[in-house]
């Protein structure tokens, strides 16, 4: 028996094309961004039932693709992830399709922009895969590293999907800060 292609996976569509990224990452709260800018190309693949998302970003070097599918059966969104600056192999990401408004701070600058899906992961803690002194910032990190304690094994991550128009998505990154969630990563995709 054939998978089916759900509403679901129709809204992993909604991202299929050529797009201009720019990319900005933050070492620490409220610390200024490095700025770079690369491509993104985004198929879908096995008759709408999967996409692969590739991303090149030249002026970082990085590099990286992945793979994402509705899992009907648990009711979730699935994406392997693997990048050049990664040294954990490949991610393994859980997401939901939560249409909603966007964060107060995307709609201040985008009225009309929707939340359309929300990921989670966990990396480790001392993963290559975020900027440097980000992980400096995650509140338990800081507590065990204060306390004399090892430093935890890992820490979650969170990615945040947000539809500007067709033509314009900004995927946001989050991991735990002092006083909150922290945006460690900034993707902004115009189509090109």
Known sequence: MDAKV???HKGLHDFAGHWKLEQKQWSAPNAKPATHHGT???TVILNGLAAVMNVDVPSSGFKGTGLLTYNMKEGHLDMAWIDTISDQGIVIMSGLAE???ASATIR???AHATQERSWTTVVRAESACLPRNALA???HVNV???AGAPAPE???M???ENKISDDHWILDFYVPGPEGEFLVQQNSFTRA
């Open 99 to 101: 249409r909603a408004p």
């Open 40 to 42: 993104t190309e985004y």
């Open 137 to 139: 910032a995650a509140s």
């Open 144 to 146: 065990a590293r204060t």
């Open 154 to 156: 890992s820490v979650s």
């Open 158 to 160: 969170r990615l945040v």
């Open 6 to 8: 759900t509403e679901v």
């Open 108 to 110: 201040a600058a985008h």
